[in-house]
């Protein structure tokens, strides 16, 4: 993984490759479509992580296994009104995946069970989900056929 490229910028867009996952005992595809990405603390501390994008969750997440072990900052909370939980939201300085690049990222932390089974079942480093908190501000296209996801800055109207 390389963010040397890795830009928002307005009015182009960005094709990230993508990837199913497979069991690594069994070879049997794990659901979701998950990329590449780099989080950065504001201390410069680096991480190479795996997300799953997915178009239902209306947040971005992060694990707490990975919050603690970057040092991630809390910065809010948010309480689900269903279940009366509290989660912890924290920030990390950037998020990038290949061709993109955000700043600020506000995450809520949540361990999610497939995610967590994706991680064990794969042995890849599945950290979170990549939900519409960034997906609304693209045009978002998925080519299944050739694993990549294409973000483009939509123009202002």
Partial sequence: FS?????????????????YLKNKDSEKPIVG???????????????????????????????????????????????DSASGKRFDIVQAASLSLPGLRWRNVNMVVYDHGQLKLAKEQTGKHVVGLIGTWILQRYIVTFDYHNKEVTFVVPPKK
């Fill in 3 to 19: 963010d040397e490229k890795a830009k928002a910028v307005k009015g182009e867009s960005a094709v990230v490759p993508f990837e």
């Fill in 33 to 79: 479509v998950f990329v590449p990405a780099l989080i950065e603390t504001k201390d410069g501390k680096k991480q190479e992580v795996v997300y799953c994008i997915d178009t239902a969750c209306n947040s971005m997440q992060v694990d707490s296994e990975t919050t603690k072990a970057m040092g991630l900052p809390k910065v809010n909370f948010i309480q």
